[in-house]
């Protein structure tokens, strides 16, 4: 039988091959595999070979192998003699080679350890494999070998959601799992190739080799809820419960738990083994494709049994993961499914919150300062701290009274905390309450739906059909954003009069409000894994260390449109809302077709070609404007001219940009200077909480998280700095009682903390980040950050624009009505579809 030579010779297939022989394909590297069953004529000239490594080895039963330049052994050998008849015979026969064996990360216990770490010297897969590295290490062999010590495999039918159900299946089997590590097999297939394409690196020893992440079972298994055999119907929900519990029995108060590193600490308070697979792809200087086993793995594979865990077809798992996840960015994990979610605050939270505003009441107050406490710019009075404190109790406990009027054992005795009987109930009108608010609040459909690795919360109110056909009504997709402090709350004055504004309207809005990642019922991302080497969190998203960033919440917030069946649709927002629905609309234009504004920092105007327009003028003539200090355009003719002459510097500005055609921007007005002049002062003087935010958010976090009278001072200040008009007291607490009983008010400072350094004037100035869709803005006065219509205009494509004589930084919460008018004739005017 002839046999001719190939580059590589897999000892074994199986699951391996599903991955290395593409990619020695796509290579053009020579290849043969090798399987115990008799193969087809097709199988036979595609490379496979019958043979079986027989015990003891025989030069007879190597003749069917071709020569190869790199032998991969896929099987594990745990014969000594079978390893050194193996290496000789086959070299006698064909020369010297190279030597690689795939083996187990399950020969080193508990601990940290490297590629040179001692190993269980009793394994008798270990033992082998160092057999195969000292026989190529003796001074007269001219063989080379390595072993590659693989973490967790998983890919095709081969996935973590598999293995969870398993391992997982009883709670007491859950409660002593503690770290994993894991390994794609498009990375094991891409560790082969960078041995075989060696000449000496990596050679000689053995290597760890995964995703250089620690992960916890506990949070893996939460997140992918397997099916479990004794609760087949409710297992996502039984998983959720088992990890919530086996934390609340040990103590723990985050996932995933930290990395031991000292004598003691085990499980199940710390995670017992780390390794560090970063060795071998450091050496080669590249790192694993697949980073992360959250966002690579396909979590929707339910395998019937373990057995059909080793096969599946690479071509239906690219299929799989096609369709799965085409619009890019990490896996979403499961099936986009929507679950109705009821946003009532349990009664527990409500009085645990009133406990620790009676606790902290009963504290001496701060003392009123003689001057600076009667100056807003100097943060929140102490006026305005005492009655939002003195109200917050009487709001809470409003309207939680039974039928009989009669007050409740826990509000009789108030005198001790400087509260009175008669005063305990709040005063006013009737939805000048919790109970009221709560109601409000559910009165809207609420639900949660699992996005990558965000389990996130969203109102969804439809529109109704139009009662007949031929009205020209259309009904427009609108997904509201929401920025800081703000949440979903903020908008829920708006969601009903946009949906359902009445016959006559030709504009109707299915409202879609979502929570930001981390902010009140949205969670945080989840899927966090420890480094090997730092201990530190890391994450799977794009920013520092898999951060999330707004790029990562502009594709969830895509995602969540396109799973509510929305091929096209419209986005509103604010403050950070605003830096996702620029992103989002730069990143899916495809969807996202028209975009209405309130918030829109920039750094000057821009110079347009004639008859080109702004998206065709080059961008080193728009952005010319911009090489003048920001201060300049609040003076007249920029400050060049005193004076009567800087007026008639402005009269001639304006004709140039008349004869311009537009292409020179008309000057500010005064009123746009003199609100400009506001919005610097802001950036002086009122911002310095996203600094703070932004450099320090645990620190601060710690502190609002001591006491709810802090919470209440951080967003209290704000709530009264930043509107036209003092908002009700109800509103603010309302804001606040969210914030606190969710307990989300630290991780909504953490956004800040991968802020771009330029600035979101900068970032929107950027020509890069030009929103070329049909946009509408509008213009509320005692906005924080208030810019001229052409300086807007330097940053969208402005086919809408509207001053309003009153509102602030709130709009939908301040001044709904003029928000909702402002909407839907923005919309009705430049929805293009």
């Given amino acids: 039988m002839v046999v001719h030579p190939v580059d590589v010779l897999l000892l074994g297939s199986g699951w391996t091959s599903s991955f290395l022989l593409p990619l020695l394909v796509r290579e053009r590297i020579s290849y043969a595999y090798t399987s115990r069953s008799t193969p087809t004529d097709d199988e036979r000239r595609r490379g496979k070979i019958q043979f079986e490594l027989t015990d003891p080895v025989t030069s007879e039963s190597l003749k069917s192998l071709p020569p190869a330049k790199t032998i991969l ?123 075989h394409q060696s000449k000496s ?20 298994f939460r997140f992918l809820k397997p099916r479990l055999p004794d609760h087949p119907d409710d297992s996502g929900e039984v998983a959720e419960t088992w990890v919530r519990e086996l934390m609340q029995e040990n103590n723990i108060h985050a996932l995933p738990r930290p990395l031991a590193h000292k004598q003691g600490q085990g499980l199940p308070r710390f995670l017992e083994r780390s390794l560090d697979g970063m060795e071998f792809w450091d050496l080669f200087r590249t790192r694993p494709e697949a980073d992360s086993a959250y966002k690579w793995a396909d979590h929707n594979v339910r395998s019937k049994s373990a057995a059909d865990d080793a096969n599946g077809s690479s071509k239906e798992w690219s299929e799989k993961r096609s369709s799965i996840n085409g619009s890019g960015g990490p896996r979403s994990g499961p099936t986009f499914r929507p679950v109705p979610f009821d946003p009532t605050i349990p009664q527990e939270h409500i009085q645990a919150l009133i406990e620790r505003l009676e606790h902290d009441i009963k504290r001496p107050m701060p ?39 009669q007050q409740s054992d826990q509000l009789v005795d108030t005198s001790e905390i400087g509260i009175s009987t008669a005063s305990s109930r709040r005063r006013g009108p009737d939805h000048d309450t919790w109970a009221a608010e709560q109601a409000h609040i559910s009165s809207f459909s609420h639900y949660k739906v699992q996005i990558e690795d965000v389990d996130l919360h969203f109102i969804h109110e439809r529109a109704n059909p139009p009662p007949a056909p031929g009205l020209g009504i259309k009904i427009i997709p609108l997904l509201l954003l929401h920025g800081w402090p703000g949440s979903f709350h903020e908008f829920l004055n708006v969601i009903k009069p946009l949906a359902h504004p009445g016959t006559l309207a030709k504009v109707h809005f299915d409202v879609v409000v979502p929570s930001h990642p981390g902010y009140l019922f949205s969670s945080r991302p989840r899927n966090t894994a420890r480094d090997a080497r730092t ?64 918030f829109c920092p920039s750094i000057a105007p821009a110079l347009t070609v004639p008859l080109l327009g702004r998206r065709f003028t080059p961008d080193w003539i728009a952005t010319l404007p911009q090489r003048v200090p920001r201060d300049r355009y609040m003076e007249p003719s920029l400050g060049l001219l005193p004076g009567k002459l800087g007026k008639a510097g402005d009269w ?96 909504s400072f953490y956004p800040y903390r991968n802020r771009d350094p330029r600035g979101p004037s900068a970032i929107a100035s950027d020509p890069s980040n030009y929103i070329s869709q049909p946009t509408g803005f509008s213009n509320f006065p005692l906005e924080i950050i208030p810019v001229p219509k052409s300086f807007v205009q330097a940053t969208v494509n402005l086919q809408w624009y509207s001053a309003k004589s009153r509102g602030g930084h709130f709009a939908a919460m301040e001044e709904p009505r003029l928000f909702v008018e402002d909407v839907a004739d923005c919309f009705a005017e430049i929805w293009p579809l």
């Fill in 73 to 195: 052994i896929v099987f594990p050998i745990k014969s000594l003699d079978q390893v050194h008849d193996l290496v000789e015979l086959y070299e006698k026969q064909h020369g010297p080679t190279r030597w690689i064996q795939l083996g187990s990360t399950g020969i080193w216990g508990s601990g940290h350890h490297t590629s040179s770490s001692p190993f269980d010297r009793n394994n008798a897969r270990a033992i082998c494999e160092q057999r195969l590295l000292d026989l190529t290490r003796s001074p007269t062999s001219r063989s080379r070998s390595a072993v590659l010590n693989l973490a967790g495999l998983y890919g095709d039918q081969r996935q973590p959601v598999n293995f969870a159900a398993r391992v997982g299946a009883q709670k007491d089997m859950l409660a002593v799992k503690g770290s994993v590590h894991f390994v794609h097999g498009r990375d094991v297939a891409r560790a082969v190739l960078l041995l």
């Fill in 367 to 405: 003392i009123e300062a003689e001057f600076e406490g009667d100056y807003e710019r100097f943060g929140l009075t102490h006026a305005k701290f005492l009655e939002l404190k003195d109200a917050w109790i009487p709001f809470l406990r409003s309207g939680a009274d039974n039928d009989s009027g």
């Fill in 535 to 598: 201990g530190k969190v890391v994450g799977q998203h794009s920013g520092p260390n898999g951060d999330l960033l707004v790029a990562d919440v502009a594709r969830i917030m895509d995602k969540l449109m396109q799973g509510l069946g929305y091929r096209h649709y419209a986005v509103q927002a604010g403050d950070w809302g605003a830096a996702v629905l620029r992103r989002m609309a730069i990143k899916y234009p495809q969807r996202v077709k028209a975009v209405h504004l309130n």
């Fill in 652 to 747: 001639a500005w304006k004709a140039a940009s008349l004869l311009s055609l537009g292409g020179i921007p008309s000057p500010p007005s005064s009123q746009e200077r003199l609100r400009m002049q506001r919005g610097s002062e802001f950036v002086a003087t009122g911002s310095a909480y996203a600094a703070m935010h932004a450099t320090k958010p645990s620190t601060l976090g710690l502190v609002v998280s001591g006491s709810p009278l802090s919470s209440l001072a951080w967003i209290g200040e704000k709530m009264y700095a930043w509107t036209d008009r003092d908002p009700s007291i109800s509103t603010i607490l309302s804001s606040l009682t969210l914030y606190e009983t969710t307990q989300t008010l630290p991780r």
């Fill in 201 to 220: 690196s990596g050679w000689g020893q053995r290597w760890i080799v995964s995703d250089g992440k620690v992960y916890d079972w506990w949070q893996l």
